[in-house]
Every structure is written in structure tokens, then in C-alpha cells.
């Protein structure tokens, strides 16, 4: 609205500038000019001679061109004069409404002291309790969430690892790797998130410790006969006797 007010203003000032006399003046110039110009008298020796007469011409259409603007101003000094007028009804009602406002915040404050007075303590603390189981409610809400996303995760990745390299377990992807075997990044990341690299070494460790175990026990297992030659010399010692 302003802003408006303004654009009609600088217009009507501007024009009023260039063109300073009213429009009525320049509409009595207008009609004496004309007059001027279309009036023929008899008398030839008073007729004027073609430079006036151009320049009477020339004045003619000058003051029609400064009458168009005129009106222009005109134009906008009416606009800007109703901006100005619908300005001072919006001011007087947002005055009325301020009032309205006051009278209104006053009252809403003394029914919140009003309600704040019947308020008990133990009003409060009820409502506190409540609060705050609310707020352990939520927690652990976000909690369950959050591991519930995780499992959700894995079981994602070990899925698309599956329809990879088959039905093949966690300790499986995790024995190729001491083999030397090839590893996606998503296996990698598997791993990672089931006890990182060192759950590979303790892989390879049993799988080392397998075949020392094997040994041990062929060790043990290992049958013990009795000589020949120490039953020869039996057979001759019981001779000689």
C-alpha cells in the first residue's frame, strides 16, 4: 500500500516539474492558440508571416502535449490521495484492534491466574510423573529401534551375500579369508560388524590347531609290538635252561 502511495506520488511531482501550470491554464492557452490559428482576417497586411504562424503551430501542439501529461498527474494525485485515505482506515482499525488486543490479553491474564491459583502441588507432581514416564517410554522406544534397525541391516546384507555365494554361514565367509581366498566389500563389511578382523585370526587359528590336533592324537594311537629279536633271545634263554 505504501509503497503504491509512493509510485503516484513521485509520478504527480515529477510531471508537476516538467509542466508546472494547471490544467485549466493550459486548456485558455489552448483555446487562444487555436483561435490564433484558425481565425483568417481580410485585411491581408495583418496576416502573419510563416516563422509566427510555425510557431504558433508549434505551441499549439505543445500545450496538447502538456495538457496529456497534466491529466496524467492529475491521475496520480487522485490514486495517491485514495492510498492515502484506504492507509488511514487500516490504521484506525489496527488502532481499534490494539485496543481490542489490550482488553483482551488482560482478561485471558487474570483467568490463567485464576486457573494457576486453583492449581495444587500435588496436581503438578501427578503430571510431572507423567511426563517423565513418557519421556522413559520414548527412550526406549528409540532404543529398540535403533538395534531393531542394525539386525535388520545384517540380515539385508547377509541375504544379498547369500543369493551371492549360496546358503553359506557367517564362520564360513569368515574362513576365506586365511585360505586367501576373494572378498566382496559387503562380505568385508559383514565381518567387520560380526567382530572385525580379529574374529578372521581366531578363524585361522583353529584352523591351524585342526591338523596339530589330528597329529597328536595319530601320536597317540600308535600300537607298540614286541621285537623279534627279544623273543629269540627269550627262546634261547628258555633252551639253555
Do not use: C
Not at 113 to 129: L, M, P, T
Amino acid at each position: 500500500m505504501r509503497k503504491r502511495a509512493k509510485i503516484h506520488r513521485e509520478k504527480r511531482d515529477e510531471i508537476n516539474v516538467r509542466v508546472p501550470p494547471p490544467s485549466k491554464i493550459l486548456e485558455e492557452w489552448l483555446g487562444e492558440t487555436y483561435l490564433k490559428l484558425t481565425k483568417i482576417d481580410n485585411d491581408l497586411t495583418t496576416v502573419p508571416m510563416l516563422n509566427p504562424e510555425l510557431s504558433a503551430f508549434s505551441r499549439f501542439f505543445e500545450i496538447q502535449s502538456s495538457i496529456k501529461k497534466k491529466r496524467e498527474a492529475e491521475k496520480s494525485h487522485s490514486k495517491y490521495i485514495s492510498k492515502l485515505s484506504e492507509m488511514r482506515k487500516i490504521s484506525t482499525k489496527l488502532d481499534q484492534n490494539k485496543e481490542e488486543f489490550g482488553k483482551a490479553k488482560s482478561e485471558l491474564k487474570d483467568n490463567a491466574e485464576i486457573e494457576v491459583d486453583k492449581i495444587s502441588r500435588k496436581d503438578i507432581r501427578k503430571i510431572s510423573r507423567s511426563i517423565s514416564s513418557i519421556d522413559e517410554r520414548i527412550e526406549t522406544i528409540k532404543i529398540e529401534t535403533n538395534s531393531e534397525r542394525s539386525v535388520l541391516k545384517k540380515l539385508q546384507k547377509y541375504a544379498r551375500l547369500s543369493a551371492v555365494r549360496g546358503s553359506s554361514s557367517i564362520d564360513d565367509i569368515r574362513g576365506i579369508a586365511p585360505k586367501g581366498g576373494y572378498l566382496s566389500s559387503e562380505e568385508l563389511g559383514l565381518i567387520l560388524e560380526t567382530g572385525g578382523f580379529l574374529s578372521i585370526n581366531d578363524t585361522k587359528d583353529t584352523l591351524q590347531e585342526a591338523p596339530k590336533q589330528g597329529r597328536l592324537r595319530k601320536k597317540k594311537t600308535r600300537k607298540l609290538g614286541v621285537s623279534r629279536r627279544g623273543g629269540g633271545k627269550g627262546k634261547s634263554a628258555s633252551r639253555r635252561d
